[in-house]
């Protein structure tokens, strides 16, 4: 299977003290796994490795079988990756939905008309077109990672990183991101520790635990 993400030996140490020990990890393309785990165990700090935010210890990334030693050699996959943090609170740049989701693409020098398109098509993809003009601090926190999503998805990643994508989200807005999560075929690492919703959306389960990963 080809991979678009492998861990090979990363470490990562928190206050000298040891956060994880020789993590290995192989994604496959368009694979979706989960990572469990207790809080401080880890889990967002690797994802944030994956991501290339911050560097691991010891260890290193591959990304599509290139190996990435520090974030500098993370740019060139900077638009193949997408990750979303558990706050999106401070993750939007401007005041209303559409100005939001084609910020990305405006910023890369796309034209204002076609990246207006490109946003039509997301939205009604993720079934949130009539928000198209609100503020979007005044939408309900499930609205708000879905508008998160999409201000990713225009950018056509390959790989999608999910840090608690449902905490705090009532059951209806759970159900709408199961249901979008599960109409991506990308490759996908979902950290959470809501069982059914993991349960929803793969088979393949990680626990990091112990300053370890474990496939269960």
Same mark, same amino acid.
């Given at each position: 299977?080809?991979?678009?993400v492998?861990?090979?030996g990363?470490?990562?140490?928190h206050?000298?003290?040891?956060?994880?020990?020789?993590i290995n990890?192989?994604?496959?393309h368009?694979?979706?796994?989960?990572?469990i785990g207790?809080n401080?165990?880890?889990?967002s700090?690797?994802l944030?490795?994956?991501?290339?935010?911050?560097?691991?210890?010891?260890?290193?990334?591959?990304?599509? &079988?290139?190996? +990435? @030693?520090? #974030?500098?050699?993370?740019?060139?996959?900077r638009?193949?990756? /997408?990750? %979303?943090?558990?706050?999106?609170?401070?993750?939007?740049?401007?005041?209303t939905v559409?100005?939001?989701?084609?910020?990305?693409?405006?910023?890369?020098?796309e034209?204002?008309?076609?990246?207006?398109?490109?946003?039509?098509?997301i939205?009604?993809?993720?079934?949130?077109?009539h928000?198209? &003009?609100r503020v +979007? @601090?005044? #939408?309900?926190?499930?609205?708000?990672?879905?508008?998160?999503? /999409?201000? %990713?998805?225009i950018?056509?990643?390959?790989?999608?990183?999910?840090?608690e994508?449902?905490n705090?989200?009532?059951?209806e807005?759970?159900?709408?991101?199961v249901?979008?999560?599960?109409?991506?075929?990308?490759?996908?690492?979902?950290?959470?520790?809501?069982?059914?919703?993991?349960?929803?959306?793969?088979?393949t389960?990680?626990?990091?635990?112990?300053?370890?990963?474990?496939?269960?």
């Amino acid at each position: 299977m080809s991979c678009s993400v492998n861990l090979r030996g990363v470490s990562y140490k928190h206050n000298k003290k040891d956060l994880f020990n020789d993590i290995n990890l192989n994604l496959g393309h368009e694979e979706k796994i989960a990572i469990i785990g207790s809080n401080g165990s880890g889990k967002s700090t690797l994802l944030k490795i994956i991501a290339g935010l911050i560097t691991p210890s010891n260890g290193y990334v591959e990304i599509f &079988h290139n190996k +990435i @030693f520090n #974030l500098k050699d993370f740019k060139r996959y900077r638009n193949d990756i /997408a990750y %979303l943090p558990q706050d999106v609170s401070n993750h939007f740049l401007c005041p209303t939905v559409i100005e939001d989701v084609i910020f990305s693409l405006r910023a890369r020098g796309e034209n204002k008309e076609d990246a207006l398109l490109k946003a039509d098509e997301i939205l009604e993809e993720l079934k949130i077109k009539h928000l198209k &003009h609100r503020v +979007i @601090f005044d #939408l309900s926190g499930g609205e708000q990672k879905i508008v998160a999503l /999409a201000g %990713l998805l225009i950018l056509k990643p390959k790989i999608i990183l999910l840090d608690e994508p449902t905490n705090a989200l009532d059951e209806e807005s759970e159900k709408k991101i199961v249901n979008i999560l599960n109409s991506i075929k990308k490759s996908m690492i979902i950290v959470s520790h809501h069982k059914s919703f993991i349960d929803s959306l793969t088979p393949t389960i990680y626990k990091l635990d112990n300053n370890s990963l474990e496939r269960l």
